[in-house]
């Protein structure tokens, strides 16, 4: 008997998806409530599990269809029929054939077959082109990733080891001598943009149509958190459990400058301006497949512990990609910190139908003036892109200034000055 695998409900206002990655062939056997294909939405990867135990059978929806929610995307037979035993019979054979036609590929093997001595590893096609570029062995890399699958960055840290790489054979080796003879390569690959970075590219470009983007431009001298943060990060780190970062003091300031320019934190809906007597937070958190912008619910009324948990707790779950709808939706007010990737100075983009989004970025010692002397100082840039339509320059340099203040004088954080 045969079960419909169909495209779950996927949230709020979420109609379609496209399939990324089936994570099981047909003919494999499947447990009940394992995940056997990958959707990407506008916002998340969303598994699809197995409904009941058996065998993987048709597969209706190929990688890169769009599909609707309740579409059907394949069939899982139940038990573990011939099918199930034929494929593992058949593997052998196929493995044989293909080292007899192409032994020259056999660096190469365990990536083209998913299959090696260790088991079975399901790679995303950006990881298979990683492994193959670098020359390495999957079954020698330790995914991170959820269910322990392997990620880029698990192959970028494995590649600048030098560690997991393939062993060539012995024929493989002299037209591998021969390859410095060819000239450079020209060679072009075409890859079809996910479904995330369409909607990324799509919101981006709406922005900057619709709003009357503006950035303004401040610089904070960070001596006082730093010297705060290496004085208690290890007994905050003892009692909360979680590492005291930067992301804590700067949602604090922002929640307190955004009570005192309250047209920050609003947005325009038609003729209408809605003001929010609350701080949805959102911050950008780099994930396998780009970025997102997960939302700190009510970060006025949190502790800064409790915002460095949430922080942290978003950053595995987009590692791991199990962040979901719920954690994506809303926010009235954005953080990015470009820092973290060594970026100087940007000019940041809001995120409709958000307002404005502030920009964070590196720390690095330069001199300052400070009573008449030049003293060297860790200095960071800070850009807050607002769209000028609802906020005045006024508002956006005042509100600059506050979060500026509580910077360099954290003690304001804890009396609410």
């Given at each position: 008997m045969a079960t419909e695998v169909k495209v779950p409900t996927l949230g709020e206002s979420v109609t379609e998806a496209t399939v990324g990655q089936w994570l099981k062939k047909p003919g494999e056997a499947v447990k009940a409530d394992e995940p056997i294909v990958s959707l990407e939405t506008d916002k998340v990867a969303v598994d699809v599990p197995a409904p009941v135990a058996g065998v993987l059978g048709d597969i209706v929806a190929k990688e890169g269809d769009t599909v609707q929610v309740g579409a059907l995307l394949a069939y899982v037979n139940a038990g573990a029929g011939a099918g199930a035993a034929a494929a593992p019979a058949a593997a052998p054979a196929a493995k044989a054939e293909a080292a007899a036609t192409a032994p020259a590929a056999s660096v190469a093997a365990p990536v083209a077959s998913d299959e090696d001595e260790g088991g079975n590893l399901t790679l995303s096609p950006a990881v298979r082109r990683l492994v193959l570029e670098h020359g390495l062995d999957p079954s020698k890399i330790k995914g991170t990733g959820k269910d322990g699958r392997l990620t880029k960055d698990d192959v970028v840290a494995a590649a600048a080891a030098g560690t997991a790489r393939a062993a060539a054979s012995a024929p493989a080796a002299a037209p591998a001598a021969a390859a410095p003879a060819a000239g450079p390569s020209r060679a072009q690959e075409r890859v079809k943009m996910t479904r995330l970075r369409q909607t990324v590219a799509k919101r981006l470009k709406e922005a900057q149509n619709n709003a009357a983007l503006l950035t303004t431009y401040n610089d904070v001298d960070m001596t006082n958190v730093i010297e705060a943060r290496a004085k208690y990060k290890d007994l905050f780190e003892k009692k909360h459990g979680v590492r005291l970062g930067f992301m804590g003091f700067f949602t604090k300031a922002v929640c307190m400058a955004l009570r005192d320019i309250p047209g920050v934190n609003a947005q325009i809906e038609g003729d209408e301006i809605v003001y929010n007597d609350f701080a949805d937070i959102s911050v950008a958190v780099s994930a396998p497949n780009g970025l997102v912008v997960p939302v700190i619910r009510n970060a006025e009324s949190l502790s800064v512990a409790e915002i460095e948990?949430?922080?942290?707790?978003?950053?595995?779950?987009?590692?791991?990609?199990?962040?979901?709808?719920?954690?994506?939706?809303?926010?009235?007010?954005?953080?990015?910190?470009?820092?973290?990737?060594?970026?100087?100075?940007?000019?940041?983009?809001?995120?409709?139908?958000?307002?404005?989004?502030?920009?964070?970025?590196?720390?690095?010692?330069?001199p300052v003036v400070r009573d008449g002397q030049i003293v060297i100082r860790p200095m960071m840039y800070l850009a807050l892109s607002y769209d000028h339509r609802l906020i005045d320059g006024r508002e956006a340099v005042t509100f600059l200034v506050a979060v500026k203040n509580a910077i360099e004088d954290p003690t304001r954080l804890l009396i609410d000055l």
């Open positions: 948990k949430t922080i942290g707790g978003f950053g595995k779950k987009a590692k791991d990609g199990t962040l979901t709808m719920e954690d994506m939706k809303g926010g009235t007010f954005t953080i990015s910190n470009g820092g973290v990737f060594g970026s100087l100075l940007s000019s940041p983009i809001i995120n409709p139908p958000q307002s404005a989004v502030l920009g964070l970025h590196r720390i690095e010692d330069r």
